[in-house]
């Protein structure tokens, strides 16, 4: 009687100890319990690339997304016109704007934009941002841009909701304080047209006048903004509770670069 069981593997053979079927007489090493551990013993003594973070922060990337900033034109007025289309375009609901009509007439609360309009009150909640970048690409007059500034962490939720006087971008050389008229002759167009290189010598002394003669509206919008809610403790851009080891500052702004 013939054998069933030719050209089978016998019923001894281990299965899948060979790539062909058959048997595989290698008997287990010593070291083939600790062979799957190679490539942890071949990293142990590397070198490791360790970030010295906080001392020396590693540079962002040039499109990095971080803190807003409101721009200025060159003479220092606000480039936010109070249209709250970055409110509008924001999918997190971050951003609060409430705009004010600039009054030049005698008594008035001054200008503080080249447009009919200015931002009165503008709030960035960071506990909802997720700084995807929207409403900078909704802005119509450039004036929202994104900063490479990150460290927002802190210990308060309240100190992550920050004010207009902490977003707009710090005083320059050639900027004065609004609010001041236009430069004469120029129009909203000639602004955004960069034809507006600095302060002229009427604004300069518009200022000079105002502030020597106490106005109560020296100093922007910072009244309106006293009175909405939101982060009024916090002054400084970047002042939290947590340190931090960068600070935002003129020269590490990136005005348009965004989104």
């Keep these: 009687m013939a054998d069933d069981t030719a050209g089978r593997p016998g019923k001894d053979v281990q299965r899948g100890s060979s790539g062909d079927g058959r048997a595989s007489d290698r008997t287990p090493g010593l070291f083939d319990a600790v062979a799957g551990f190679g490539v942890s013993f071949s990293t142990m003594f590397r070198k490791v690339a360790t970030e010295e973070y906080p001392e020396k922060p590693r540079p962002t990337a040039p499109r990095f997304h971080g803190r807003h900033q409101l721009n200025r034109h060159p003479d220092g007025l606000e480039k936010c016109v109070g249209c709250e289309l970055c409110a509008w375009a924001c999918p997190a609901d971050a951003i609060l704007v409430e705009g004010a009509d600039n009054d030049d007439s005698p008594g008035g609360a001054g200008r503080f934009s080249p447009g009919e309009r200015y931002g009165r009150v503008y709030q960035i909640n960071y506990l909802r941002c997720i700084f995807c970048g929207l409403c900078i690409e909704a802005c119509p007059t450039r004036a929202l841009t994104m900063t490479n500034f990150y460290e927002l962490a802190d210990n308060d939720r309240s100190k992550l909701i920050f004010t207009k006087d902490q977003l707009l971008?710090?005083?320059?050389?050639?900027?004065?304080?609004?609010?001041f008229p236009m430069a004469d002759g120029m129009e909203e167009r000639d602004y955004y047209q960069g034809k507006v290189p600095g302060a002229t010598t009427a604004q300069e002394a518009y200022v000079d006048a105002r502030d020597s003669a106490g106005d109560p509206d020296d100093g922007g919008?910072?009244?309106?903004?006293?009175?909405?809610?939101?982060?009024?403790?916090?002054?400084?851009?970047?002042?939290?509770?947590?340190?931090?080891?960068?600070?935002?500052?003129?020269?590490?702004t990136r005005e348009g670069a965004n989104p």
């Design 169 to 179: 971008a710090p005083l320059q050389g050639g900027m004065l304080p609004p609010p």
């Design 221 to 252: 919008a910072s009244d309106g903004d006293a009175e909405a809610p939101g982060n009024v403790g916090a002054r400084v851009p970047g002042q939290h509770d947590v340190g931090h080891t960068l600070h935002p500052t003129a020269a590490e």
